[in-house]
């Protein structure tokens, strides 16, 4: 069995994403720069889902090197998370050299208390995967996302593998980046990963003229319920025999 996870970024996403066929939905805001921590109020509506919500806890977009306000600031958004009753948080830092801030790391999970924890892609830059993955064990973590370094998860499929075997069941490895429904099966049989992590989304549409004008936004695609389905028919079809 391959598990799903949906990432979602509005109300809309937290709704169509709430279906058979996902294990989990990851919550975020600001999709377009990776997923930022999600408001308040989003969290208040995920906190009434039936589907296990992990909250992305992460300040701001660019790198994982965060300054003590910044620290301030996660810190308060778990205990927010966690007030809420929302199963886990995604967490990652580093330091300038991409190497996993550990000490920050270990404070930002005993703030978790008993959420479950995944390590999200700041992975995807350290410059020793299997170290980086022997501290996330020693950290408690339950998962690690990844894309196996590079920039679509079906590109990094040899580092993905490798990984699987060093973890040796002590963390999942969950595959993300520009997985789909077309490339998920070769991706899975590939890699051998038994988790992939992805947003499902439908079609990428304009926002009108006047609204692009002015710096509003350019483009949006919504969370969509058939490429969900069709994500979890593949997911099936890759663990058929033959």
């Known amino acids: 069995?391959?598990?799903?996870?949906?990432?979602?970024?509005?109300?809309?996403?937290?709704?169509?994403?709430?279906?058979?066929?996902?294990?989990?939905?990851?919550?975020?805001?600001?999709?377009?720069v990776g997923g930022l921590t999600p408001s308040v109020g989003l969290m208040r509506l995920a906190s009434k889902s039936l589907t296990p919500i992990y909250v992305?806890?992460?300040?701001?977009?660019?790198?994982?090197?965060?300054?003590?306000?910044?620290?301030?600031?996660?810190?308060?958004?778990?205990?927010?998370?966690?007030?809420?009753?929302?199963?886990?948080?995604?967490?990652?830092?580093?330091?300038?050299?991409?190497?996993?801030?550990?000490?920050?790391?270990?404070?930002?999970?005993?703030?978790?208390?008993?959420?479950?924890?995944?390590?999200?892609?700041?992975?995807?830059?350290?410059?020793?995967?299997?170290?980086?993955?022997?501290e996330a064990v020693s950290l408690g973590f339950e998962r690690i996302l990844s894309s196996g370094q590079q920039t679509k998860a079906t590109e990094g499929a040899a580092l993905l593998r490798d990984l699987q075997c060093w973890a040796a069941g002590r963390v999942e490895i969950m595959a993300g980046s520009g997985v789909t429904p077309q490339n998920v099966g070769a991706l899975?049989?590939?890699?051998?990963?038994?988790?992939?992590?992805?947003?499902?989304?439908?079609?990428?549409?304009?926002?009108?003229?006047?609204?692009t004008r002015l710096g509003f936004g350019e483009a949006y695609a919504l969370t969509d319920a058939q490429v969900i389905g069709a994500m979890a028919e593949a997911l099936r079809d890759a663990m058929r025999p033959g």
């Open 188 to 211: 899975v049989r590939g890699s051998g990963v038994c988790a992939v992590h992805a947003s499902c989304r439908g079609v990428k549409r304009p926002y009108p003229e006047a609204v």
């Open 56 to 134: 992305m806890i992460r300040p701001r977009s660019g790198d994982f090197v965060f300054s003590l306000d910044e620290e301030a600031q996660m810190l308060a958004d778990i205990e927010t998370a966690r007030e809420l009753g929302l199963a886990g948080a995604v967490l990652g830092a580093c330091r300038e050299d991409h190497t996993l801030d550990v000490p920050l790391l270990r404070r930002l999970s005993a703030a978790c208390g008993t959420m479950g924890r995944t390590l999200h892609r700041v992975f995807d830059l350290v410059p020793n995967p299997r170290q980086a993955l022997e």
């Open 1 to 32: 069995m391959v598990t799903l996870e949906v990432c979602v970024d509005d109300a809309a996403g937290l709704r169509v994403a709430q279906r058979s066929g996902v294990a989990r939905i990851e919550l975020c805001s600001a999709l377009s």
